[in-house]
Nanobody, 120 residues
Framework: QVQLVESGGGLVQAGGSLRLSCVAS??????????MGWWRQAPGKQREMVAT???????YYAESVKGRFTISRDNAQNTIYLEMNALTPEDTDVYFC????????????WGQGTQVTVSS
């Protein structure tokens, strides 16, 4: 079993910054976590990938956030972070942490989500 808990969302003005955190708890004897990442979803829209990071630290970003967002990972703490800079109202969404593991349904576990709201 893998449980993910996000934190760090909130309300910020356009041009501002936020830092999201996601801590993964892995039950003893469970499968390990591989790639982790951040996704976001607006009401009525499909969930979209924002950024992912592999165990070895390879990162991938959506084109819309390249140069503004940075994903990082602390494997010892099973934690990932998302530094978000130069935020725009278009970044307003619920942000979900995801972790890939054989111990998850369909090999991916999701956090409960954290709201990010950017005011103009």
């Amino acid at each position: 079993q893998v449980q993910l808990v996000e934190s760090g969302g909130g309300l910020v003005q356009a041009g501002g910054s936020l830092r999201l955190s996601c801590v993964a708890s892995v039950a003893s004897g469970s499968f390990s976590i591989h790639t982790m990442g951040w996704w976001r979803q607006a009401p009525g829209k499909q969930r979209e990938m924002v950024a992912t990071i592999t165990l070895s630290g390879t990162t991938y970003y959506a084109e819309s956030v390249k140069g503004r967002f940075t994903i990082s990972r602390d494997n010892a703490q099973n934690t990932i972070y998302l530094e978000m800079n130069a935020l725009t109202p278009e970044d307003t969404d619920v942000y979900f942490c995801a972790a890939d593991s054989w111990g998850c349904s369909n090999s991916r576990c999701w956090g409960q989500g954290t709201q990010v709201t950017v005011s103009s």
